[in-house]
């Protein structure tokens, strides 16, 4: 390990040096472009030898220093991939700085109308958001980046996975009328789909569980909706228990509510996300005995 660091820093510094000789007058004019391909080629390699060291933070300096030379030179994609390059490194040792080289690599992928590539890095920004520094806002941002590109690229199941995500968080943030909007949607677009259709009634579940977090009215209305639209939900573990947890909160049944959903959990695991929303109705029935 040590043996690459050393090897890492060497190149660090023959870099530099091929750099430093191309501003000269005498390399401007004897191969200057070729000291800069030198330096960039020394640059990957140091990242490289700083990776299998585990010098995380080194290594995406290097593949940034690259990156930023094929960017002075208009080579826009080799760019694009040592920004991503250096990102894949940062992720291990500076998430911003991750983040801020994948928003570059970002720019050049849009600006070369590559969306997919753009929606995907939009995507890896989010799910560090999730994990490394817990900020869900940022994370909606940047699933709602990147489910609009790959709209926009005929991917939709892709911009499907991405906006439930924006609707589980949504939900978790309280902005219901967002979430009840993407589940109402994908469902909706689910339906179309004979492979998909079947899950069109967790997606109506969710929407449901939302609706009934804001009015219990609405919530009713709703889930007549979404058996109109999809009579098969009438038929499901999830309609009925909804229809159940409606009726519970109506007579202010705290009890019934919670043995329903114990009974529902008993047979099909309930997820934390589930778990919190209907923590949240029910001490919403709690807090307040006259909710109708």
């Not at 290097?62 to 002075?72: D, V």
Request: proline residues 1%.
């Amino acid at each position: 390990m040590a043996d690459h660091e050393v090897k890492a820093k060497q190149l660090m510094a023959d870099a530099e040096k091929k750099l430093t000789s191309s501003k000269g007058f005498f390399g401007s004019l004897f191969g200057g472009s070729s000291k800069v391909e030198e330096a960039v080629d020394c640059y990957q390699r140091a990242g490289i030898s700083f990776k299998v060291a585990k010098k995380w933070g080194a290594a995406g300096n290097a593949f940034c220093e690259a990156a930023n030379l094929h960017s002075k030179a208009g080579s826009r994609h080799d760019a694009a991939t040592n920004y991503v390059d250096a990102a894949n490194c940062y992720k291990k040792s500076d998430p911003n700085e991750a983040v801020n080289c994948l928003l570059k690599a970002i720019e050049i992928y849009t600006d070369m109308g590559r969306f997919t590539m753009a929606a995907k890095h939009h995507q890896t920004i989010a799910e560090m958001y999730e994990s490394e520094s817990v900020d869900l806002e940022r994370a909606v941002h940047h699933y709602e980046q990147a489910a609009d590109y790959f709209r926009g690229e005929e991917s939709n199941s892709s911009a499907n996975k991405c906006l439930l995500k924006v609707a589980q968080y949504a939900a978790q943030l309280e902005n219901y009328d967002r979430a009840i909007q993407i589940y109402e949607d994908v469902a909706s677009s689910s339906l179309e789909s004979s492979l998909l259709k079947y899950s069109a009634k967790e997606y109506f579940f969710r929407a449901g569980l939302c609706q009934l977090c804001v009015d219990v009215l609405n919530a009713q209305h709703a889930i007549e909706r979404y058996s109109e639209q999809y009579p098969a939900f009438q038929d499901s573990r999830e309609y009925k228990l909804l229809k159940t947890l409606i009726e519970h909160v109506e007579e202010q049944n705290l009890e019934g509510f919670t043995e329903a959903v114990k009974e529902y959990d008993s047979i099909s695991r309930l997820d934390q996300w589930y778990t919190t929303v209907l923590l949240r109705i029910k001490k919403q029935v709690n807090d307040n005995p006259d909710l109708r």
